[in-house]
């Protein structure tokens, strides 16, 4: 019965960051596009009608086979193109550290093997697209397993509203994240405002993944952690509260304080992430407990990143 909270925990995100070819083209379009929809059709279908039990089981399967598909990937690198593609939109790609590179590129290549993106329910997304999701969902899991997104089946990119939740530019539940393409685009190439789309839904996911619940405790209550991430989301929250009470300006969106949802306070670990991503210094000196209770579950000190020469 408990698990019914993340049936109706959509989160809703309303403030998130805030062929035509012909003859043989064509029938190869055709195929593929029949054959994507499938998978996509099967995977939602599949959801319906199996036991909880079974799925529970086929969660922790799926897990341990992407793990297994991320250490497959280790040492393969991204190609050039695609590199590419990632490095003129993605501002976040300039302020990575080297060292987190060939991890993070072994994530994207078993990320854009194992989750289907699809564009308005209807098509595969670009490869554009596709590559700017996965490359920044896997920024988030750069020293976590992939099985961190074992209950992801399918995401959904919308050309600008989001069919059903148009207030939203993104949402997510334990199973499915929608972005708004056209906000995403606009929005990618911003390292350093503190809000970020991408991070921002994914990071939701990762509170699901634990216990089926989104309340920024992103560690199960077995966890040695969760006493600590329990206490700390009451005190940020407070503390949030307070600072735009007082009208100051605060390194985590007022958003993240106002939102909460049966009680829970979703939006804390979310609009902290994105933070403390874009803006590491600052959450660390503002927030120094929240700072370094994502540091070690995320595995990464972004205020010590500094922007990178790259090309
Ligand atoms: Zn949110």
């Known amino acids: 019965m408990t698990r019914l909270v993340w049936l109706v925990s959509l989160l ?21 596009t029949l054959a994507f929809g499938f998978v996509v059709w099967s995977i939602e279908g599949g959801k319906k009608g199996r036991s909880k039990r079974a799925a529970g089981k086929l969660t922790n399967d799926r ?47 078993a990320f854009l093997e194992h989750f289907p993106i699809t564009f308005m329910k209807r098509d595969q997304a670009t490869e554009e697209m596709r590559l700017l999701v996965a490359a920044e969902a896997c920024l988030l899991i750069v020293k976590r397993p992939l099985s961190d997104y074992r209950h992801l089946r399918v995401i959904h990119l919308w050309e600008h509203e989001i069919e059903g939740n148009e ?24 390292a350093r405002d503190g809000h970020n789309l991408v991070l921002h839904e994914f990071a939701h996911l990762i509170d699901f993944a634990d216990d ?16 600590e991430w329990r206490d700390l989301v009451e005190h940020e929250h407070a503390r949030l509260m307070k600072a735009y009470e007082d009208g100051r300006n605060y390194s985590i969106r007022a958003y993240g304080g106002y939102e909460s949802i049966q009680g829970d306070k979703p939006e804390i670990f979310s609009c902290g992430t994105s933070a403390f991503f874009e803006r590491g210094s600052r959450l660390r000196r503002e927030c120094p407990q929240i700072y370094r209770a994502m540091s070690k579950f995320y595995g990464v000190d972004p205020a010590r990143w500094r922007k990178q020469k790259r090309v």
């Open 12 to 32: 809703l995100c309303g403030g998130c960051a805030g062929g035509g070819a012909a003859g043989e083209l064509g029938l190869v379009v055709l195929a593929g």
């Open 63 to 109: 897990g341990t086979m992407l793990d297994q598909a991320m250490a497959q990937k280790k040492g393969q690198r991204l190609d050039p193109r695609s590199r590419k593609i990632i490095a003129g939109k993605m501002g976040l790609y300039h302020w990575l550290p080297k060292e987190l590179m060939k991890p993070w590129e072994e994530r994207i290549l």
């Open 212 to 227: 089926g619940v989104a309340q920024s405790i992103p560690v199960s209550n077995a966890s040695p952690d969760f006493e």
């Open 167 to 190: 207030s939203a530019r993104g949402s997510a539940d334990r199973h499915e994240v929608n972005l708004s393409w056209g906000y995403l685009k606009k929005t990618i190439g911003q």
